[in-house]
């Protein structure tokens, strides 16, 4: 009887041991889960071929972006690709009712921020009502500023300055198509 209640107690604290890093990689696990870029974007961008143009990138984090963009009432997904060909990375958005594809960099030219996003160093969800955009003339000086109203999510877009992010642009939905909408100097 000694013998079976030692090794119960063996069995119990073995147990307890264990208990803890079983509790963290199964949260883990199921963060992870929540953290992938959602089924239907995978589905659509392997069957629309994209795969074989751009490879998806993780060096920005998060890896992707999830809001309504365009106001329909469905998600929609971004995420942060590379041109196979040419090495350039971007971003690449795509609608979730349609999935219609909108690519800006990563090859494809967008606003001032050419067909070469490297300088993106941050991205998120821009959720403010306002953009306070930044005018400039053709030789690149400040002309002035205007306030455009916002309807919906857009993505902000962040370099670094020093050691502190700085907005560069929001990629925004007017209606019709997605525009640039300069930020800072």
């Given at each position: 009887m000694v013998e079976v209640t030692v090794?119960?107690?063996a069995f119990s604290r073995n147990m307890k041991s264990l208990a803890l890093p079983i509790l963290i990689l199964t949260s883990f696990h199921l963060y992870a889960q929540?953290?992938?870029i959602?089924?239907?974007?995978?589905a659509t961008f392997t069957k629309q071929y994209l795969n074989q143009k751009y490879e998806l990138s993780r060096y920005l984090k998060p890896t992707f972006l999830e809001a309504d963009f365009n106001g329909?009432?469905?998600?929609?997904?971004?995420t942060v690709v590379t041109e196979k060909k040419t090495h350039k990375p971007g971003i690449l958005l795509m609608h979730g009712n349609t999935n219609q594809q909108f690519v800006f960099g990563a090859g494809s030219k967008f606003g001032p921020g050419s067909d070469?996003?490297?300088?993106?160093?941050?991205?998120?969800?821009?959720h403010g009502k306002v953009v306070h955009e930044t005018i400039l003339n053709q030789d690149g000086d400040i002309k002035g500023s205007r306030t455009i109203k916002l309807k919906t999510p857009g993505?902000?877009?962040?370099?670094?300055?020093?050691?502190?992010?700085?907005p560069v642009a929001v990629i925004y939905w007017n209606g019709k198509?997605?525009?640039w909408i300069h930020e800072g100097e």
């Open positions: 090794l119960s107690n929540q953290a992938a959602p089924h239907w974007f995978i329909d009432g469905i998600k929609d997904v971004a070469n996003f490297k300088w993106l160093k941050r991205w998120r969800l821009y993505i902000e877009m962040l370099t670094m300055e020093d050691i502190e992010p700085s198509k997605y525009i």
